[in-house]
């Protein structure tokens, strides 16, 4: 498991054929499983050039 919080920019490495978990990689190169559930992709276009897909997590969300 890895600590993010909202907001967070992550790389995605992996993600898993059931889609609960996904690999990611923080911008300090640490590296963990966090729930799909929990993020959202930011920007596919810019990551390409980096081999991967940036995700972040959603804002929280006040209803919850």
Partial sequence: LLSVSPGDCLTLVDADSGGEWWLVRREDGEAGFVPSAWLAVAD????????????????ADPDV
Wanted: proline share 6%; no cysteine; charged share 20%.
């Fill in 44 to 59: 596919e276009s810019a990551a390409a050039d980096e081999g991967g897909i940036t995700a972040a997590l959603p804002a």
